[in-house]
């Protein structure tokens, strides 16, 4: 059918567009834009000594990490889509992507100073370091594995900032507070008025029998009044909110990029206008 090659096509150019955005040498905020004003920080080190770029330089990192994620996450779920699978393995997909999105959702929410930036990127190190502990462990593996990522590594690292030591079992440092990974997703999805999406791609994720079931349709009757027969069907429907989800993951921290960045107009301000009024137009077209 060729609402999914058409739904795969504009994957393919969405994600292409903020690939392009997230390389290297297009990573730098402008002069005179908030990131600008965080990497000229004031802040101090333990030892008197100042910060520095690289702390907040670190942070703009993993936001491009997770961009790049989503970026791959998209080009998945559009081989997916063009094949004409059934929902649950692009579903599974689009939840992934709107995590990544989510990351560095949170990670350049406006009005942060660089030292609430900083702090946030050690929460997530240090959840981090926990589960990768954690994975180590019941695997059997050597500890020295993780390298420098282990929970005494970035306690020292924060203290060598000046940070504060962390509370609440590790989730929160100087008042900022790690969401839980759903909480993260909804108050995303919640802005972008993507609403539900996230629960039922996780119910599919998850194999509950209402995630299974979106995986079969109605094909065939045996004989007159008797039950009809499921099968692993594709989903024009479900195949089209999915490819929603991913876009908004694709554009969402896009946008937050933007404004951190202050990505120019006439520039990347204006081709980041033009993708979504793209993007909505296309999804209009192609709704089922």
């Known amino acids: 059918m060729p609402i999914y090659s058409d739904l795969a096509a504009l994957l393919n150019d969405v994600a292409g567009r903020v690939d392009s ?3 290297q040498e297009a990573w730098e905020p402008e002069l005179g834009s908030p990131g600008a004003a965080e990497l000229a920080n004031t802040e101090i080190r333990a030892d008197g000594s100042p910060w520095g770029e690289r702390p907040t330089r670190t942070v703009f990192q993993l936001g491009q990490m997770q961009m790049k994620m989503v970026v791959e996450y998209a080009r998945s779920a559009a081989l997916l889509v063009a094949a004409e699978r059934p929902p649950p393995a692009i579903e599974v997909e689009t939840r ?3 995590e990544a999105a989510s990351v560095t959702w949170w990670l350049f929410e406006p009005g942060l100073a660089a ?5 946030r990127l050690q929460l997530l190190r240090r959840n981090s370091a926990r589960e990768l502990a954690r994975s180590i462990a019941e695997v059997g593996a050597d500890p020295a594995a993780a ?6 590594a970035i306690e020292a690292y924060g203290h060598s900032l000046g940070l504060a030591s962390f509370g609440q079992g590790g989730d929160e440092l100087e008042g900022q507070i790690r969401p839980r990974y759903t909480a993260r997703v909804k108050d995303l999805t919640t802005e972008l008025g993507y609403l539900g999406g996230y629960s039922i791609y996780s119910g599919v994720a998850h194999a509950e029998l209402a995630g299974v079931w979106r995986l079969f349709g109605e094909t065939a009757t045996t004989v007159p009044d008797r039950q009809p027969i499921h099968s692993p069907v594709p989903n024009p429907e479900a195949s089209h909110a999915a490819t929603d989800g991913v876009l908004k993951a694709l ?3 896009a946008e937050r990029t933007a404004f951190l960045f202050g990505w120019p107009s006439p520039g990347l301000a204006d081709e980041y206008s033009a993708t979504v009024d793209h993007m909505n137009t296309e999804m209009i077209r192609l709704k089922p």
């Open 115 to 119: 030292r609430e930036r900083v702090c």
């Open 251 to 253: 554009m969402a921290p």
């Open 147 to 152: 390298g420098g990522e282990t929970i005494p």
């Open 21 to 23: 955005w997230t390389r």
């Open 96 to 98: 992934a992507a709107l």
